[in-house]
């Protein structure tokens, strides 16, 4: 009886950890599953909202709606925000459903997942907002050399928009906080190295150049080509 009793020991114990984890992996599954549901619902909700605040139309002015399509997809910014949201809402669920379960590691992997996706949305919404601010200066700077009938007009707008792009692009890397500011500070050396060598060719070869640049875009007073 008592060579029974050991044998069917490990097979109780092994019954009564499955009959405690049986109700945990259903309110886990129940979980994931309406978590799901709500994904959708609330990707749904963001495109709609997306669509009647004419947001699409702010993502095609600022250039971001054809950046993707160049990149291959047919997919449009609110989509893309649309999505984000549907993996915000069910990454949360999934980690409500592993938490239950008692999966620490996995837990925290999606918990970081779930952290960065705010991060990437503002990002999004700063690049969005940055690139119809950039072409919007770029194409006020364009009308207004224009008019004042300074010459290189487009070379000048496009330096102003530029710049601007450039300065939004260190905002959106600096608030994903991607590798504890390396990738900013990695930009930065690139782009300071990139107008340090333009500068010196440009001080070495281009100063006639740039001497009859400034005459060009600001004459003399007294010039006699201006009476």
Not at 40 to 67: C, I, Q, S
Not at 75 to 88: C, G, N, Q, R, Y
Not at 159 to 187: E, M, N, P
Request: charge should be positive; glycine fraction near 10%; charged fraction near 15%.
């Amino acid at each position: 009886m008592d060579t029974l009793d050991l044998a069917i020991e490990p097979l109780r114990t092994l019954l009564a950890q499955a009959g405690a984890f049986l109700p945990r992996l259903g309110i886990a599954l129940a979980i994931a599953v309406a978590g799901w549901l709500l994904a959708k619902a609330a990707r749904y909700a963001t495109g709609r909202a997306l669509k009647a605040l004419n947001f699409h139309v702010l993502t095609e002015r600022a250039g971001f709606d054809g950046f993707l399509q160049q990149g291959g997809t047919d997919k449009t910014t609110s989509d893309l925000f649309a999505l984000i949201v549907f993996w915000l809402v069910l990454l949360g669920a999934l980690v409500v459903a592993f938490n239950g379960l008692g999966l620490a590691q996995v837990t925290e992997l999606l918990s970081r997942v779930l952290l960065f996706l705010p991060r990437l949305l503002v990002a999004l919404l700063v690049l969005v907002f940055g690139l119809y601010f950039a072409r919007f200066v770029g194409q006020s700077v364009l009308a207004w050399c224009r008019t004042a009938g300074i010459g290189d007009a487009e070379i000048l707008a496009r330096i102003v928009q530029y710049a601007i792009v450039t300065f939004v692009l260190l905002i959106a890397i600096d608030h994903l906080d991607i590798g504890g500011g390396l990738v900013q500070q990695t930009f930065l050396i690139l782009l300071t190295g990139v107008v340090f060598a333009l500068a010196l060719a440009f001080g070495i070869g281009g100063r006639d150049r740039a001497a009859a640049l400034i005459e060009h875009w600001f004459p003399r007073r007294d010039d006699p080509r201006r009476r």
